[in-house]
């Protein structure tokens, strides 16, 4: 993991937020290659889950919302708390759960009054050695005022969720949709954990990819089943092996009391083991009903025959930064290329931020760079993401491309010009990144190899 943060830092994907300022716990900046990289991930989400599908429609709601959202949807409440304890000397705030979990012990879903109890039993300190207050909830919701009297209360949203409820009756009027039906949406989420930690893992400011996808309360069964197999066909879209993915049921004593049944897809993190990478639940009628009770607005589908009801929910939940995280962990990869370590990564080609780099294979020959000058304009009126690279020798750049992904690197050498060999006329050096393999291809024909 440390490996895969520092390349991140070094090559331009991940950079600290507000970092000449010292930094702002959690947050984290995208660098050039990381908002490509970031950018696919989003783009190939939208594709699969909402542009291939006829059952889906998407969303794009404010991150400023009503406050009385979040009163409906529970999230001032209890339930969008973790258990807080302090340092009695220093002050210093900790997730108690997570202190717990340090020393083996399951803490999720425990009273304040059970994790009391526990740190005393346990004699469990702070760790700088001094005692620890007593747990209280601590709201994760980022609060602001709205307007010029800044008399109106609201929040940061802490999902993208909640988006998605108070425009289902929009969405229903305004596009007709039968069930069942999704509506996606992504957007950044807020909170203020705790404790942000583990580089992408835990921030205070992230992205979310949601579904809410509304069904006919007797088959939710079924279409868990399909949702399911459809995130398990992402998770191997996005390049993740089956043995780094894992599906953890939540027991039933742990779901939330509106869920029914809810799976974690989990990630093997290097150094961390089995996390969290997306949620997957099936909400019940919860939330379109509190909406329901607490706007005033029926949440209702009226069927063709004039029956009415409010549809169940099952909610795929993403995070970006974790499948961005992820991806970076399966794609790290180090061997040995002419008698050198050599540092890889091995991205999909629809993941990665550069699809080829175009070099001339000398910088000092005109000939050659106007030549290559050509192929690169025509590759990236065809790509998009095409790398210009001539810095160095051509061995440093393949090395410079192969650590940040790059599937191919084309030269433009003097056999393209016909110099030495007239069959090889118009042609260049293509070269795989993850072999090492070199194939002459003509120009015309470039674009169609890539492909
Ligand atoms: N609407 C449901 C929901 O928000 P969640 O399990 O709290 O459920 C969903 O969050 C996903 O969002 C998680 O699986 C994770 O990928 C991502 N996520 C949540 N909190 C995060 C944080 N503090 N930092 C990074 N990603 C986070």
């Not at 409440?77 to 009695?88: K, M, N, R, W, Y």
């Not at 207050?133 to 601590?138: D, G, M, P, T, V």
Request: with cysteine; proline share 4%.
């Amino acid at each position: 993991m440390e490996k895969i943060t520092s390349l991140c830092k070094r090559r331009g994907f991940v950079f600290q937020g507000s970092e000449i300022y010292g930094g702002l716990a959690g947050t984290w900046d995208m660098g050039p290659l990381g908002v490509a990289l970031n950018n696919n991930i989003k783009r190939e989400w939208w594709k699969m889950f909402v542009d291939d599908r006829e059952d889906m429609y998407g969303l794009d709601s404010a991150i400023l919302m009503n406050e009385k959202v979040w009163e409906a949807s529970g999230h001032t409440g209890a339930g969008f708390s973790d258990p807080l304890v302090e340092d009695t000397k220093t002050g210093e705030r900790f997730r108690a759960d997570h202190l717990l979990k340090d020393e083996g012990i399951e803490a999720d879903g425990l009273t304040l009054e059970e994790i009391d109890a526990l740190i005393i039993k346990k004699g469990l300190l702070s760790p700088k050695g001094n005692p620890l207050s007593k747990a209280r909830q601590f709201n994760l919701m980022f609060s602001t005022s709205v307007g010029a009297q800044e008399n109106i209360k609201s929040y940061l949203r802490p999902e993208t969720a909640q988006g998605i409820f108070v425009n289902f009756k929009n969405v229903l009027d305004s596009m007709s949709p039968k069930l069942p039906f999704g509506i996606a949406q992504i957007g950044k989420a807020f909170r203020n954990e705790i404790a942000p930690r583990e580089f992408l893992f835990r921030v205070r400011e992230f992205e979310q990819m949601e579904i809410e996808y509304f069904i006919k309360e007797e088959n939710w069964e079924e279409q868990f089943e399909l949702l399911r197999q459809a995130i398990v066909k992402w998770n191997q879209h996005i390049g993740l092996s089956d043995k780094n993915v894992r599906e953890f049921e939540v027991p039933e004593n742990d779901l939330a009391h509106y869920s029914k049944r809810t799976i974690d897809f989990e990630y093997n993190y290097p150094g961390k083991g089995f996390d969290e990478l997306a949620g997957f639940a099936y909400r019940t009628d919860h939330d379109l009903k509190n909406h329901q009770e607490h706007s005033g607005t029926k949440m209702e589908y009226i069927e063709p025959d004039g029956s009415r009801f409010v549809p169940h929910v099952l909610e795929p939940s993403f995070g970006v930064g974790r499948a961005f995280t992820a991806i970076l962990c399966e794609a790290y990869t180090e061997d040995e290329m002419n008698g050198e370590v050599r540092t890889y990564l091995k991205l999909p080609k629809h993941l990665a931020p550069y699809r080829v780099a175009v070099s001339p294979l000398l910088k000092n020959k005109p000939e050659l760079v106007e030549r290559a000058r050509e192929v690169f304009t025509i590759l990236k009126k065809d790509f998009g993401n095409v790398a210009w690279d001539d810095n160095g020798n051509v061995g440093k750049r393949y090395r410079r491309q192969d650590e940040i992904g790059t599937p191919h690197c084309i030269v433009i050498d003097f056999e393209t010009l016909g110099e030495e060999d007239a069959s090889l006329k118009d042609t260049v050096t293509v070269r795989d990144r993850d072999t090492g393999e070199q194939t002459r291809v003509k120009i015309e024909e470039l674009a169609d190899f890539l492909r």
